[in-house]
């Protein structure tokens, strides 16, 4: 793992976007993973601006999503679609029909998650992924003591993780209970992966991946065991 230490939180997702960025030029036809939440944002917005600026070509990007809450439709504002739409897809001219999210509204969640993972394989797998970190440890939305060989798979969130993002809905009780997400074998499958770690509160989930002790109750430290991965963080999260 390699570490690329910022300042603050805005530099940080300044040097994470123009690494991103620049791969995207070197490989226009990229299979891209993308996260959500609230660390990637400033990232997603220097992607913005460099499409703007340098005219990087999203045209022939793929691009799969980690994780979708269950039973939020898509055009619900806390939907991960909307986040993504809203965020980045929006912005930087990519068809719609190369960005794949799983459908959090689907009838049969087992024959979803198995739709989303051969998609993924049919793609060739993720070229590069963009990774951010829960406070426990999660990566997509992989809770503690999940298994490394997990795929994409159906999550009941843990309470952590639901007080966590409660702060993007108005009550903790319209926070879903549970999503679909990629499994750690799904996202270890990528080429690569670029993990944006921010803020005080991550510090000891970094100073916990840093340890390199690696355990399925810590989801993160699946990273240690791959080859490429950037860590993107800042002085906050270095604490
Ligand atoms: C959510 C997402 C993760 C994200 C994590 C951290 O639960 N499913 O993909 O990495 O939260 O979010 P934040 O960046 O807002 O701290």
């Known amino acids: 793992m390699k570490l690329v230490e910022a300042p603050d939180y805005m530099s940080m997702s300044k040097q994470a976007a123009d690494y991103?960025?620049?791969?995207?030029?070197?490989?226009?036809?990229?299979?891209?993973?993308?996260?959500?939440?609230?660390?990637?944002?400033?990232?997603?917005?220097?992607?913005?601006?460099?499409?703007?600026?340098?005219?990087t070509s999203y045209q022939h990007v793929q691009t799969f999503n980690l994780d979708e809450y269950l039973g939020l439709p898509k055009d619900h504002h806390n939907s991960y679609y909307t986040y993504m739409k809203q965020n980045l897809f929006d912005h930087i001219h990519i068809p719609p029909s190369?960005?794949?999210?799983?459908?959090?509204?689907?009838?049969?969640?087992?024959?979803e998650c198995e739709m989303y993972e051969k998609k993924l394989d049919q793609a060739g797998g993720m070229d590069l992924q963009i990774l951010g970190i829960g406070e426990n440890g999660h990566i997509g939305f992989n809770e503690p003591g999940t298994s490394?060989?997990?795929t994409t798979h159906l999550v009941k969130l843990t309470e952590s993780t639901r007080k966590a993002n409660s702060r993007y809905f108005?009550?903790?009780?319209?926070?879903?209970?549970?999503?679909?997400?990629?499994?750690?074998?799904?996202?270890?499958?990528?080429?690569?992966?670029?993990?944006?770690?921010?803020?005080?509160?991550k510090s000891a989930a970094f100073r916990r991946?840093?340890?390199?002790?690696?355990?399925?109750?810590?989801p993160a430290s699946a990273l240690c065991q791959h080859k490429n991965v950037k860590i993107f963080a800042d002085h906050e999260a270095l604490g």
């Open 209 to 218: 991946l840093m340890n390199k002790e690696v355990s399925e109750e810590f």
């Open 20 to 55: 991103i960025a620049t791969r995207v030029r070197e490989e226009p036809t990229m299979t891209l993973g993308l996260a959500t939440g609230g660390t990637p944002l400033q990232t997603y917005r220097y992607l913005i601006q460099d499409y703007e600026n340098k005219e």
């Open 148 to 150: 490394f060989l997990s």
């Open 170 to 201: 108005s009550s903790m009780s319209e926070v879903p209970t549970h999503a679909i997400t990629m499994g750690i074998q799904s996202i270890m499958k990528s080429k690569e992966i670029v993990l944006l770690v921010s803020g005080e509160r």
């Open 98 to 111: 190369h960005t794949h999210i799983p459908n959090g509204m689907c009838t049969d969640v087992a024959q």
